[in-house]
């Protein structure tokens, strides 16, 4: 059932208590929450580890999906890397490894650049094969 919102020239036409009514509604939609710095600064955290694992979960389906629809993983491959990629997850949450150490090893073991720009990331190839075909 939708709620019945009224138009100004229903205003006019309604009682003092109705209008009560009607400002206590608007007042719920605009709580106003009081936090201590403590409480702001915990709620930001667990806002930004909130939203950090649910980027993580996004991106770890879209490497699942590419490598099942374009490279064949299935039943066997898939689960052993997503374990693989939670538990490297699970090591960067821990603050065993930082961005800056995955850059640093994909640049120097694979060849590949995270180069970050205004616009976000991209990922430039350096190596010595960089001129064939992939």
Not at 16 to 38: F, I, S
Not at 59 to 80: E, N, Q, S, T, Y
Not at 82 to 90: K, S, T
């Amino acid at each position: 059932m939708s709620e019945w919102k009224p138009q100004i020239s229903d205003i006019q036409n309604l009682t003092r208590a109705e209008k009560r009514r009607l400002k206590r509604q608007a007042e719920k939609k605009n709580k106003v929450y009081n936090m201590t710095a403590g409480q702001f600064q915990s709620f930001k955290e667990q806002t930004t580890k909130d939203v950090s694992y649910k980027t993580f979960v996004l991106l770890l389906g879209i490497a699942v999906l590419v490598l099942r629809d374009k490279w064949g993983f299935g039943i066997i491959r898939l689960p052993r890397f997503i374990g693989q990629c939670i538990d490297l997850y699970d090591s960067f949450d821990k603050g065993y490894l930082t961005l800056d150490d995955m850059h640093k090893v994909l640049r120097e073991d694979a060849g590949v650049d995270v180069i970050e720009t205004a616009r976000g990331f991209y990922f430039e190839d350096t190596s010595e094969n960089s001129s064939e075909t992939h």
